[in-house]
């Protein structure tokens, strides 16, 4: 008996496109550069308005656009799939716990993330004045 | 009695220079298990046919393979669940020993390698009794004791398949497993493996191992918690060099 074990190829570069699950972790890793980018338009608009009123107005104005709204929705929609996707992953990362002698279950950890966003959300909607 | 085509990768080292599918037409009836059908072809059509399995009831983990693209346990695979044409392929990520039968060395040295073994924190003999343990303390890493070394988890790995290197999720989950019974004192005898580049950093939480998991061990659960202990473990290392 001869041994030659055959080694199957991965493509290096198109593995993520063969299942749907790995498509969808390859986004949740890519939608991260969504938040990086609006990280800068947050860095940008401090430096503008470090920079003077008639900047900061500028920049206001650009950010209302419509060309500064639309990328603000991709921009949007991309965070929310972020957001969401690593929430669903939330109990993973944590350590057990117990609450009242009971073993905290994960739907519990990804409802407190959740709870967490939307107060969250709430605080900075009260702080800007839009409710 | 249903009939299906039950697709096989084929491969002889002896006499073929890479593998090919063979179809075979296989009567089944409403309760089989891919498994089945495979010992169906062996029984009464190609007994060349090479595979391994051995208890029949996803306890031995020995039967893993690729139903459909998704790797299983074939004794577990109800055929009903599946449409009429099923494809079995060898478990993916390993090397093809001959037909659906697997090389698993480096699973083994790998295991091997993170002493997945009780290191009494004392030796204690006989005469002084167990080592006794409450049950919150077992708690701590039952599931991850539920592993039954069917590698479906490295079938499964995308971070496997591209670096081999990686040790990967079952070995890597044994160790926590282990880490965490507090009876254990063998951590540091463990951390060459676990706490490595190819160890738990390895790992970018791709998730699939837990998806493909038949025993709910959540080997992506106990990585990250591992990266948490094994980050924590280095600063302490800097700050509390005594603690070393
Ligand atoms: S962790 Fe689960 S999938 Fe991996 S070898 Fe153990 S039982 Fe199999
Ligand atoms: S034959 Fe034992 S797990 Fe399938």
């Known amino acids: 008996m001869s041994r030659r074990p055959y080694v199957r190829e991965v493509p290096r570069f198109t593995w993520w496109l063969k299942k749907k699950f790995y498509t969808e972790y390859m986004m949740r890793e890519a939608t991260c550069i969504a938040v990086a980018l609006y990280s800068a338009l947050l860095i940008i608009g401090l430096i503008r308005l470090s920079e003077g009123?008639?900047?900061?107005?500028?920049?206001?104005?650009?950010?209302?656009?419509?060309?500064?709204?639309?990328?603000?929705?991709?921009?949007?929609?991309?965070?929310v799939y972020h957001t969401i996707t690593w929430f669903k992953l939330a109990p993973k990362g944590m350590p057990p716990m117990r609450f009242k002698d009971e073993k905290v279950q994960p739907k519990a950890i990804v409802a407190a993330h959740y709870a967490g966003w939307v107060g969250v959300s709430l605080v900075i909607l009260l702080f800007v004045g839009l409710v | 009695m249903r009939e299906i085509q039950l697709e096989v990768l084929r491969y002889s080292p002896e006499t073929d220079s890479e593998p090919r599918f063979e179809t075979f037409q296989v009567p089944c009836q409403e309760d089989w298990v891919v498994l089945d059908a495979i010992n169906h072809v062996k029984d009464h059509m190609d007994s060349s046919l090479t595979y391994r399995w051995s208890c029949h009831m996803a306890v031995c983990g020995s039967c893993g393979?690729?139903?459909?693209?998704?790797?299983?346990?074939?004794?577990?695979?109800?055929?009903?669940?599946?449409p009429d044409k099923i494809r079995v392929e060898p478990l993916a990520n390993f090397p093809i020993e001959k037909d659906l039968v697997v090389v698993m060395d480096d699973f083994m040295e790998k295991l091997k390698a993170s002493k997945p073994y009780i290191i009494p924190k004392e030796e204690k003999s006989i005469d002084d009794g167990e080592y006794l343990q409450t049950p919150l303390q077992l708690e701590a890493f039952k599931q991850y004791s539920m592993c039954i070394n069917c590698m479906l988890c490295y079938a499964a790995c995308p971070q496997y398949a591209l670096a081999p290197e990686f040790v990967g999720p079952a070995a890597l989950a044994l160790t926590y497993r282990y880490n965490k019974d507090s009876r254990d004192g063998g951590k540091a005898e463990r951390a060459h493996m676990f706490s490595k580049s190819e160890g738990v950093w390895e790992c970018s939480f791709v998730g699939a191992c837990s998806e493909v998991c038949p025993k709910h061990v959540d080997p992506?659960?106990?990585?990250?918690?591992?990266?948490?202990?094994?980050?924590?473990?280095?600063?302490?290392?800097?700050?509390m060099p005594w603690s070393r």
């Open chain 2, 65 to 82: 393979m690729m139903v459909n693209g998704e790797p299983v346990l074939s004794c577990k695979a109800f055929i009903r669940d599946y």
């Open chain 2, 220 to 239: 992506a659960a106990a990585i990250q918690l591992g990266k948490v202990e094994s980050a924590v473990d280095y600063f302490k290392s800097f700050l």
């Open chain 1, 53 to 79: 009123q008639a900047e900061y107005t500028a920049y206001l104005e650009a950010m209302r656009s419509p060309l500064g709204l639309i990328l603000q929705l991709i921009i949007l929609a991309f965070a």
